[in-house]
């Protein structure tokens, strides 16, 4: 594929959209091929590609680039969700050197925002105020915002279940992370290595001084009628959030999954469902409307 190339596309999932093929009968001559360019500025270095994947990333794990992006997942919505707090917010924060570290989020002082560009008093104290509300986070929620290699939201929530206290998770052999379904030798080790690092030890207790962890919700203590049971979700819900349902399901003691196979119980097909409910079909996999859904929560 060629700068300037046209190409036919496909839905793959619910939205994101797969190159099928260059229609290379429409080329013109003036495509041009794309090369990686072997150093970045904002990573203060090279970057590089690992063999099987497809992504470049910063050879400096330390760079301020990736600093910035761990900070914009730190504050988003699947992870402390704190409103308000975007990244034009924790641009001007990191490049005023208020916040260096996730810990320091909950350390900002009215006095030190009042004094940053367009920050004025009614957006100051917004933002405080998002952030005192972020200060109570779900297991799930904190495993998530730390941006461990490897680890994503549903298996954070796995793992979260399987241990119920951030101690236990801190403390876990990769073979005892392994007991967790689903979590293979990559991931296990990934978030042993993380918690080992002496760097991450000390962030982790100074923002859990910060912060009240809320493992009520984890395991199967508010329920378990669905315990044992894997969703997948498609399509658009009318009566909810994706992520209201994933909390409830999970609230029940059921697992939620990105993808259909084999083991999957139900799918759960909204308005404009995808290729997951065609998957469903070929596999025989229930397939539940959502009122049929709704009823089953109730």
Same mark, same amino acid.
């Given at each position: !594929?060629?700068?300037?190339?046209?190409?036919? $596309?496909?839905?793959?999932?619910?939205?994101?959209?797969?190159?099928?093929? =260059?229609?290379?009968?429409?080329?013109?001559?003036?495509?041009? @091929?794309?090369?990686?360019?072997?150093?970045?500025?904002?990573?203060?270095?090279?970057?590089?590609?690992?063999?099987? @994947?497809?992504?470049?990333?910063?050879?400096?794990?330390?760079?301020?680039? @990736?600093?910035?992006?761990?900070?914009?997942? +730190?504050?988003?919505?699947?992870? +402390?969700?704190?409103?308000?707090?975007?990244?034009?917010?924790?641009?001007?924060?990191? %490049?005023?050197?208020?916040?260096?570290?996730?810990?320091?989020? +909950?350390?900002?002082?009215?006095?030190?925002? $009042?004094?940053?560009?367009?920050?004025?008093?009614?957006?100051?104290?917004?933002?405080?105020?998002?952030?005192?509300?972020?200060?109570?986070?779900?297991?799930?929620? $904190?495993?998530?915002?730390?941006?461990?290699?490897?680890?994503?939201?549903?298996?954070?929530?796995?793992?979260?279940?399987?241990?119920?206290?951030?101690?236990?998770?801190?403390?876990?052999?990769?073979?005892?992370? !392994?007991?967790? %379904?689903?979590?293979?030798?990559?991931?296990?080790?990934?978030?042993?290595?993380?918690?080992?690092?002496?760097?991450?030890?000390?962030?982790?207790?100074?923002?859990?001084?910060?912060?009240? =962890?809320?493992?009520?919700?984890?395991?199967?203590?508010?329920?378990?009628?669905?315990?044992?049971?894997?969703?997948?979700?498609?399509?658009?819900?009318?009566? !909810?959030?994706?992520?209201?349902?994933?909390?409830?399901?999970?609230?029940?003691?059921?697992?939620?999954?990105?993808?259909?196979?084999?083991?999957?119980?139900?799918?759960?097909?909204?308005?404009?469902?995808?290729?997951?409910?065609?998957?469903?079909?070929?596999?025989?996999?229930?397939?539940?409307?959502?009122?049929?859904?709704?009823? !089953?929560?109730?």
């Amino acid at each position: !594929m060629r700068i300037g190339d046209t190409v036919i $596309l496909q839905k793959a999932g619910d939205v994101i959209p797969d190159i099928v093929s =260059v229609v290379k009968e429409m080329r013109t001559g003036k495509e041009k @091929q794309f090369k990686f360019p072997e150093y970045v500025e904002d990573c203060g270095g090279p970057i590089e590609r690992i063999p099987g @994947q497809a992504a470049y990333r910063c050879v400096n794990k330390d760079s301020f680039a @990736q600093k910035r992006r761990k900070f914009y997942h +730190f504050v988003s919505k699947h992870a +402390f969700d704190v409103e308000g707090c975007g990244p034009k917010v924790i641009d001007v924060l990191l %490049d005023a050197n208020l916040v260096a570290s996730f810990d320091d989020i +909950f350390t900002l002082k009215r006095g030190d925002l $009042l004094e940053l560009p367009r920050f004025g008093e009614t957006s100051v104290d917004n933002l405080l105020a998002s952030i005192n509300k972020a200060r109570h986070v779900e297991l799930p929620r $904190l495993l998530t915002a730390l941006s461990i290699e490897h680890l994503g939201e549903e298996t954070a929530h796995d793992i979260a279940r399987h241990f119920g206290l951030i101690e236990r998770i801190a403390t876990a052999s990769p073979d005892e992370l !392994m007991e967790v %379904d689903g979590v293979g030798d990559v991931v296990a080790n990934s978030v042993h290595t993380w918690f080992r690092t002496r760097e991450h030890e000390k962030m982790l207790a100074r923002l859990l001084a910060q912060v009240t =962890v809320d493992s009520a919700l984890v395991g199967n203590e508010a329920g378990t009628r669905l315990a044992g049971k894997t969703f997948v979700l498609t399509g658009t819900l009318e009566g !909810m959030s994706r992520d209201e349902a994933k909390q409830r399901i999970r609230a029940l003691g059921g697992d939620v999954s990105s993808s259909v196979s084999k083991g999957t119980d139900y799918v759960v097909a909204g308005e404009n469902s995808g290729s997951k409910y065609d998957k469903a079909m070929e596999l025989g996999v229930a397939i539940l409307t959502e009122e049929e859904f709704l009823k !089953m929560l109730s």
